[in-house]
């Protein structure tokens, strides 16, 4: 299973998310939000909320 979090450092959210998932002791690719408003985040998540965990492809949106 390959994770990745894409979600901003300061993002309270995306800090529950990360905490849980280093409590589970799993794996995961953290990836930087420069701006909500990005083509590139938008294409990730079309309602431009934080955080998305991207689970084989497949991603699940806000905590």
């Known amino acids: 299973m390959k994770l ?3 979600t901003r450092h300061q993002n ?3 800090q529950r998310v990360r905490i849980v998932l280093n ?3 799993l794996a995961y690719e953290y990836v930087a939000i420069p701006s909500l408003s ?3 985040y ?5 309602q431009r909320l934080m955080p998305a965990l991207e689970i084989d492809g ?3 949106a806000q905590s």
């Open 4 to 6: 990745r979090l894409h």
């Open 12 to 14: 309270s959210a995306g």
């Open 23 to 25: 409590l589970k002791r």
């Open 38 to 40: 990005s083509d590139a």
């Open 42 to 46: 938008g294409k990730i998540n079309p």
């Open 58 to 60: 497949r991603i699940v």
